[in-house]
């Protein structure tokens, strides 16, 4: 098969709306825009069961999301040779091109996580015979592997099943455990809820207790839980890319897309959950909101829905109600019992035998091509009644910008609403035909009525009089029998605010004519002449011959709830210290802005505080709080009034103002960065000297949504700070460029311990009297599978950013040590080892049992490890630096001072720090020369180090005429490239271990 063009994409997915499915469906639309392409997007509901061929003639391409559909429908896909992706499940059976979550990537960081916390006694919940857990308890064992974990007795909890109740049972085992562990990994959060909430039955908190972890982000009361989760827009751009380049190449390979996982913190995490209830038939003797007319039961309330075109877009310029039907060789096929388009509904009695077709031709094309112009999405969703297939609704329409599919849920939400109650349509149907429905369904409304507590209210629409309970008349402040009587009747409309009536008399029509759910708020006049809010449902009751008789409802006071949503809205929308809009209302305004004037250029300008993180520290979170409110008064003196400015984040701002030219831009911009550096002594009485970066993003010049503009504003920012801080960069597309590179390498690093791909040279350290070896520095180094060789220059400062500098720092220090050992017992030398210790790692918690637990397996006599600590790692957190540092002296630990010389607080240092030696940093050495003031600086580095007892190493010495001059200093150790680069550990033995080489050559 040949190269083939792809115009048309199909996607079965078993819902399209919610987090995980709506997200995903959402990102596919957006890039099927982009890339021109129509999307018939089906829903399938019940997972693994769909088979239909719908559509199957009028795409090109084919992509299932999870195992939406069934073997069969598979084959045929196949057969037909339809290039098919497959997103979040592997189809052993069948060579399927997939893209899924990297469970193994997934892994590595919650064990990250938990060793970075000291977590390591840790268990596993889930169910094995589920293709995706059982993958992720398999990178669970080789986790425990790789960090050298000893596994536990009880290390799995093989679960039957993959839900809440599943957890449940997942803690029934575990608080049996005789060794309880530290951790529990989920298989998803599913099972995780089940498991947190069956531990609180048995008085265990989580995570003072254990520490629950889980797969697949999804949203939870348990703020106490960490998730890893993958990207939707990471799935739908994979799986087009893929569906492309198998178009092209067909005879290529199957290919398995993996994709990164990102780690979670529930307690900030919004999202709503990935997996959504699915579609229910209904239970004959549970309609107890059915609503039936005899004539129009089956009206679909499509028309209602092309009628809010001007709401939710051009998503619905076409419409039908579709019914399976099978013919006489039992194949399916599709009657269409109803169609619109244009607004007005089409005669199907007129379009005779063309109301029917084939699955695989739906829908017919001269269908659409009357009223759609250029079709971009069409969705299916289905009417399942008593779990078989009825039939479904099919809406198509077009995408005239990236922007209308904001609203793309908002439209799925009200096509599943029409779907679902035509299934109670359908079955309400059915049982008028069998004589069961109307007068108990009646019956037991009533009875509910007078046992409920709550405010109620029945409306006969023959004599249009309403009646109301007593909880409801004394909402309205009729206490007082005499003033309940008096009112007992009073109309439906009589004491609500008029300019609520309107809305009000529509939603009920709405509801007993198209069968829309009947929930609605309004005002109304109380007793005491106040006006309160109240919130009303509905059900409207027909008789045994279908007809509506009266509307059964209850109401509810709900005055403080809208006031405490409005303070809730203005305190979501606000940041409450300096009176900003916060970063929900950015996008927002941006997009209005755009919106309002598209031909007007606009600057976003986004403001970074430098140093911010260091005043807090120095002066406390008050002072903070203080700069924040001078900038924020800063910005209202600078700005114009019709420029737009917010608190975006903890020190950043971004501003959006209308501009002529990139110029002005930068002008603006630049007045800014002049404003915010100034002293704060005398604006707040602050001893500190503040400056900020500013980058700076041009619609349309840069980018034209509201996303795009304030990354791209946010990547020029942090350009900034990287070349220094307090100036202003206009974004450039190599900005881009050099982020992708570092994201790329963040990605991988993270991979890195477990991949296997980290390794450590030594460069020695002589003594330049005797030119014998003292000792070797352990350096770190990292080849990439992906990306081949990485600078530590490159990967170094972003696993300081990331936080992975603590992982890596430990994985230094055990092969450092295991390295060491070795040498002791095939050498029987004795040299010291150094490695380098970063701030992060002294913050963390867990540094000195660590240490210590690796400095026991490797059974190494502390004394001959050296750490080397910086001058600017030492004054971070003094006080809790010079704690651990004495600590880990005290164990026999050696600690040497790195890159001496070079910063503001040296001297004072040498007294506070519990050192052994001093590295004078290798700037000194460059341009050395007898009797310069680099010699001078470092003679009398060297004298200082003497007296106070520490071993003085010249770090970076390069030349013979330098080793000559370090000589004259009477420095104790050199380091450099006059004696050796850094060596593999092999090189190093061979030229430094071996008889024939124990002893180096000597210069000079």
């Known amino acids: 098969m040949g190269a083939k063009t792809i115009r048309s994409v199909a996607v079965y997915t078993p819902m399209a709306h919610g987090f995980y499915y709506g997200q995903l469906c959402q990102h596919l639309n957006h890039l099927a825009f982009e890339l021109n392409l129509e999307i018939h997007m089906i829903c399938t509901g019940n997972l693994g069961r769909y088979d239909s061929e719908l559509s199957l003639n009028n795409v090109d391409a084919v992509i299932s999301i999870k195992n939406a559909i069934g073997k069969s429908l598979i084959n045929t896909i196949v057969n037909k040779q339809i ?224 009628s809010l075109k001007k709401q939710i877009g051009h998503f619905t310029e076409w419409a039908c109600l579709a019914n399976w039907q099978r013919n006489n060789n039992q194949r399916p096929y599709i009657k269409i019992i109803e169609m619109h388009g244009d607004g007005s509904k089409l005669d199907t009695e007129v379009l005779g035998a063309k109301a029917f077709c084939r699955a695989e031709d739906f829908p017919l094309n001269h269908w659409l091509d009357k009223y759609v112009v250029n079709t971009a999405q069409i969705l299916s969703f289905p009417i399942i009644v008593n779990n078989e297939a009825w039939g479904f609704i099919c809406v198509a329409g077009s995408l005239h910008s990236p922007e209308q599919l904001a609203l793309y849920q908002q439209f799925v939400g009200l096509v599943s609403q029409l779907a679902q109650r035509h299934e109670r349509d359908v079955l309400e149907t059915l049982a008028i035909q069998q004589g069961k429905q109307s007068d108990r369904l009646q019956r037991r409304l009533q009875a509910a009525a007078q046992k409920s507590t709550g405010g109620l209210w029945e409306w006969d629409l023959a004599t249009d009089q309403t009646t109301w309970n007593d909880r409801a008349l004394e909402m309205l402040g009729f206490t007082s029998p005499e003033s309940q009587s008096s009112v007992r009747n009073m109309g439906l409309f009589d004491r609500m605010n008029t300019l609520d009536r309107a809305v009000v008399q529509k939603r009920i029509a709405s509801h007993i004519k198209h069968g829309m759910p009947l929930s609605v708020n309004f005002r109304m006049l109380c007793n005491d002449k106040t006006t309160r809010w109240f919130a009303a449902t509905g059900e409207v009751i027909s008789g045994f011959d279908g007809r509506p008789k009266r509307v059964i409802g209850s109401i509810q006071d709900v005055t403080e709830k809208r006031r405490s949503d409005q303070r809730f809205k203005m305190m979501a929308s606000y940041d409450a210290l300096t009176g900003l809009p916060n970063r929900s209302m950015v996008s927002d305004q941006l997009a209005q802005q755009i919106r309002r004037s598209p031909q007007q250029p606009l600057a976003v300008i986004q403001i970074g505080l430098d140093r911010f993180k260091h005043l807090n520290n120095q002066h406390g979170h008050e002072a903070g709080d203080k700069l924040l409110r001078h900038v924020t008064t800063i910005l209202k003196n600078s700005l114009r009034d019709h420029d737009f400015y917010a608190r975006f984040s903890g020190d950043e701002f971004v501003c959006l103002c209308p501009v002529d030219n990139q110029r002005q831009a930068i002008v603006t911009a630049n007045r800014l960065l002049n404003k915010i550096e100034q002293p704060l002594h005398d604006a707040l009485d602050i001893d500190f000297f503040v400056t900020a970066s500013i980058g700076i993003a041009l619609y349309p010049d840069h980018a034209d949504t509201p996303a795009d503009l304030l990354r791209r504003a946010d990547m020029a920012m942090h350009q900034s700070k990287a070349n220094g801080k307090n100036q202003t960069s206009l974004y450039k597309a190599s900005i881009q460029a050099d982020r992708n590179t570092r994201a790329r390498i963040d990605n991988e690093l993270r991979k890195a311990i477990i991949s296997n791909e980290l390794s450590l040279v030594y460069q020695p350290q002589i003594c330049p009297v005797t030119n014998k070896l003292t000792g070797v520095e352990a350096l770190i180094r990292w080849h990439s599978k992906e990306l081949g060789e990485i600078s530590p220059a490159e990967f170094i400062p972003l696993a300081e950013e990331n936080g992975q500098i603590v992982e890596l720092g430990y994985w230094v220090l055990k092969e450092a040590c295991s390295t060491l050992k070795k040498w002791q017992k095939t050498f029987s030398t004795h040299i010291n080892m150094s490695v380098n210790v970063s701030a992060a790692q002294l913050a963390n918690p867990m540094f000195l049992k660590t240490v210590h637990q690796i400095l026991q397996v490797s059974a190494i006599n502390p004394k001959y490890i050296t750490m080397e600590i910086t001058e600017s790692t030492a004054i971070a957190d003094m006080d809790n630096v010079r704690s651990i540092l004495e600590q880990l002296s005290q164990h026999g630990i050696q600690i040497s001072l790195d890159d001496f010389g070079t910063g503001f607080s040296s001297i004072s240092l040498l007294r506070q720090l519990p050192l052994t030696s001093l590295k004078i940093d290798r700037s000194f050495f460059n341009e050395l020369k007898r009797d310069s003031q680099d010699w001078l600086i470092i003679k009398a580095i060297q004298e200082l180090g003497s007296a106070m007892g520490h071993k003085v190493v010249a770090e970076g010495v390069e030349t013979l005429a330098q080793l000559d001059l370090v000589r004259e200093l009477e420095c104790d150790v050199v380091q450099g490239y006059v004696y050796s680069q850094p060596l593999a550990q092999t090189a190093l033995e061979a030229s430094y271990f071996l008889p024939q080489d124990s002893k180096i050559r000597s210069f000079g």
């Open 83 to 306: 290039p098919l992706i497959s997103i979040g499940h592997q189809y052993s059976e069948h060579q399927i091109d997939c893209v899924i979550s990297d469970n193994r990537d997934g892994l590595a960081q919650i064990f990250a996580y938990l060793f970075e916390r000291g977590y390591q006694q840790i268990t596993f919940a889930g169910d094995l015979d589920c293709q995706e857990i059982n993958e992720r308890y398999h990178a669970f064992m080789e986790c425990q592997q790789a960090y050298q974990i000893v596994p536990l007795a009880n290390d799995l909890i093989n679960l039957k099943g993959q839900s809440y109740s599943a957890g449940n049972q997942a803690a029934d085992h575990l608080v049996n455990f005789e060794d309880a562990p530290q951790a529990v990994i989920c298989g998803n959060d599913l099972i995780a809820s089940g498991l947190i909430d069956r531990l609180a039955h048995h008085s265990w908190r989580v995570p003072e207790d254990v520490c629950v972890v889980s797969f697949e982000a999804q949203q939870s009361d348990h703020s106490n839980r960490v998730s890893v989760s993958h990207d939707p827009f990471l799935l739908a751009e994979f799986a087009i890319e893929q569906l492309m380049r198998r178009a092209e190449h067909p005879e290529q390979g199957q290919q398995t897309i993996l994709v990164e996982n990102k780690l979670l913190n529930s307690a900030a995490n919004d999202d709503p959950a990935f997996t959504s209830k699915g579609t229910k038939a209904l239970n004959l003797l549970e309609l107890s909101n059915a609503f039936v007319s005899s004539d129009e039961n089956l009206h679909s309330g499509l028309e209602e829905l092309l």
